[in-house]
T-cell receptor
Framework: DAGVIQSPRHEVTEMGQEVTLRCKPI?????LFWYRQTMMRGLELLIY????????DSGMPEDRFSAKMPNASFSTLKIQPSEPRDSAVYFC??????????????FGAGSRLTVL | QKEVEQDPGPLSVPEGAIVSLNCTYS??????FMWYRQYSRKGPELLMY????GNKEDGRFTAQVDKSSKYISLFIRDSQPSDSATYLC???????????FGQGTELSVKP
């Protein structure tokens, strides 16, 4: 398996522009997670899905952020409009498990976003 | 107060040293405890995980969980320059898929 695939790896955009980050989870994994990593705040969970259904989006910072999972092999995280404080590395991770299990996550390589 | 606290370091040790990395937590409901390693400009990768209290050993790595003190540790014996990375602790309740991470400790092992 190629692992969790994220694109783009790097994105530089201007404030106010729409940003779309993409993720292909590992085949057979039924959980998908979006995390954001910054020096100041570390790795923060934004949202996670189980069987394509959003389960917990309490970490999504504000309405400018939205995430979708139209099928088991694809998810997007969209920021509209983007702001400089959104600059971070965004990680997608997937796992197989249950709500009461260990949920061992496999992470993608990340999408490094810079908003000017 | 954050649910999981971890000293960000940086921590610098000579090759061959024993390294101790630690996290404290406030939520007594956490049952699964994990350590992830993250190399520069890469995603985190799972190193070890334990369920509830106790020790777990894997080669040069030992994970310890003390639930009474809400304290977990990762020990690295005979540290190598290739161990230089950021180490993140992570925890999860029995119910719910949410995995909460510590800030990460940056480790540098000097040859």
């Amino acid at each position: 398996d190629a692992g969790v695939i994220q694109s783009p790896r790097h994105e530089v955009t201007e404030m106010g522009q729409e940003v779309t980050l993409r993720c292909k989870p590992i085949s057979g994994h039924d959980y998908l997670f979006w995390y954001r990593q910054t020096m100041m705040r570390g790795l923060e969970l934004l949202i996670y899905f189980n069987n394509n259904v959003p389960i917990d989006d309490s970490g999504m910072p504000e309405d400018r952020f939205s995430a979708k999972m139209p099928n088991a092999s694809f998810s997007t995280l969209k920021i509209q409009p983007s702001e400089p404080r959104d600059s971070a590395v965004y990680f997608c991770a997937s796992s197989w498990g249950t709500e009461s299990g260990a949920n061992v996550l496999t992470f993608g390589a990340g999408s490094r976003l810079t908003v000017l | 107060q954050k649910e999981v606290e971890q000293d960000p370091g940086p921590l610098s040790v000579p090759e061959g040293a024993i390294v101790s990395l630690n996290c404290t937590y406030s939520n007594s409901a956490f049952q699964y405890f994990m350590w992830y390693r993250q190399y520069s400009r890469k995603g985190p990768e799972l190193l070890m995980y334990t369920y509830s209290s106790g020790n777990k050993e894997d080669g040069r790595f030992t994970a310890q969980v003390d639930k009474s003190s809400k304290y977990i540790s990762l020990f690295i014996r005979d540290s190598q320059p290739s161990d230089s990375a950021t180490y993140l602790c992570a925890m999860k309740r029995n119910q719910g898929g949410k995995l909460i991470f510590g800030q990460g400790t940056e480790l540098s092992v000097k040859p």
